[in-house]
């Protein structure tokens, strides 16, 4: 069964707090993407990855940075979280190629900044 | 700019069908996905279009019509468990998923 595993379901966290999200994936996918949800917004991309080392802003990248050092692991970091950083996170993979490259999703956490 | 659109919320009858619509404009397109998102938990995939024409899968259809920049899911025989967001995401010319907000919806007795 293909995973894709977030390490927090829930987090509290204050204002100005440096805040590590971190993404495992078990299926040797090549891509990994950062997506936030808010209500009436659907998913927006905050940083994606196509490989080790490499990483690429999406359409929200402010505020936000990644890192990617093994190939099962995509972090993202809030440097000085805020409290409009309060939302659900999704990370997601998927394997590169282009045919059809369904993502597959971790369950999400939901960060409240207060 | 990218643009997807569908409704925000429907309703529907248990054993009824209900048809989501999607229409998109984006720059390019390599095909169309359908996921599923029950609340409080991650997207699960239903669908993948990129040839114009229906593909059916159980209860679940969707339909692509790449000319009109349309897509739909249909779903037959609503059971209470279809109570979920349904999100429609096409891959771009870079094979960048733009997403659309999602669609409620909301299954009644």
């Known amino acids: 069964d293909v995973k894709v595993t977030q390490s927090s379901r829930y987090l509290v966290k204050r204002t100005g707090e440096k805040v590590f999200l971190e993404c495992v994936q078990d299926?040797?996918?090549?891509?990994m993407f950062w997506y936030r949800q808010d209500p009436g917004l659907g998913l927006r991309l905050i940083y994606f990855?196509?490989?080790?080392?490499?990483?690429e802003k999406g359409d929200i990248p402010e505020g936000y940075s990644v890192s990617r050092e093994k190939k099962e692991r995509f972090s993202l970091i809030l440097e000085s979280a805020s409290t409009n950083q309060t939302s659900m996170y999704l990370c997601?993979?998927?394997?590169?190629?282009?045919?059809?490259?369904?993502?597959?999703f971790g369950q999400g956490t939901r960060l409240t900044v207060v | 700019g990218q643009n997807i659109d569908q409704p925000t919320e429907m309703t529907a009858t248990e054993g009824a069908i209900v048809q989501i619509n999607c229409t998109y404009q984006?720059?390019?397109?390599?095909?169309l996905f359908w996921y599923q998102q029950h609340a409080g938990e991650a997207p699960t995939f239903l669908s993948y279009?990129?040839l114009d024409g229906l593909e059916e899968k159980g209860r679940f259809s969707s339909f692509l019509s790449r000319s009109k920049g349309y897509s739909y899911l249909l779903l037959k025989e609503l059971q209470m468990k279809d109570s979920a967001s349904y999100l429609c995401?096409?891959?771009?010319?870079?094979?960048?998923?733009?997403w659309g907000a999602g669609t409620k919806l909301i299954i009644k007795p």
């Open positions: 997601a993979s998927s394997r590169q190629g282009v045919e059809s490259t369904e993502a597959f």
């Open positions: 299926m040797d996918h090549e891509n």
């Open positions: 990855s196509y490989d080790v080392k490499m990483k």
């Open positions: 984006t720059s390019g397109f390599n095909g």
């Open positions: 279009n990129v």
């Open positions: 995401a096409v891959l771009d010319s870079n094979y960048q998923l733009i």
